[in-house]
């Protein structure tokens, strides 16, 4: 279990740049061939890395609080786990351990609301990628093996 929680290390920073969706506001367009077949509109691929960054570039505050739940608290998690399990770390650490899987778990969340307020709307489309099953899987692994280390 130790070295599955290990692997979690390297699993969600691979998550973090893997297409998550790709969303589309209007149909594509491509310009005929006399004109170079050139598209317009074409779909934009969404990443916990690329959404993090618009939300720097429009709100620091939810920034912030983002990258701390999608980036930060899964990795302390993992790697708070880690040390406990090959013994450098106390286990009287452990509450703290699990308040950051509890914090961890809240990245799903955000993106599945993502995901409902867009299909909602009922504006242009959304794909969910391969992106979004690994970050998934990697949380849930992370929860179970939180569960394991009890």
């Not at 893997?18 to 934009?44: D, I």
């Not at 909602?120 to 998934?136: A, K, P, Q, R």
Request: hydrophobic share 60%; net charge positive.
């Amino acid at each position: 279990m130790k070295y599955l929680n290990l692997g979690l290390l390297f699993i969600f920073p691979l998550a973090w740049f893997a297409p998550l969706m790709r969303t589309q506001l209007v149909p594509e367009w491509k310009f005929p061939n006399w004109l170079g077949s050139a598209t317009l509109f074409g779909p934009e691929t969404i990443t916990v890395i690329s959404g993090i960054q618009k939300l720097w570039a429009s709100d620091v505050a939810l920034a912030l609080a983002v990258t701390f739940f999608a980036l930060v608290a899964p990795m302390l998690k993992c790697g708070g786990t880690a040390l406990i399990q090959f013994g450098m770390l106390s286990s009287a650490v452990k509450p703290i351990i699990m308040v950051m899987a509890k914090l961890a778990m809240a990245d799903i969340f955000i993106v599945s609301i993502y995901i409902v307020i867009a299909k909602g709307i009922g504006i242009g489309s959304i794909e969910i990628d391969w992106g979004l099953y690994l970050f998934t899987g990697a949380v849930i692994l992370s929860f179970m093996v939180s569960i394991a280390s009890k």
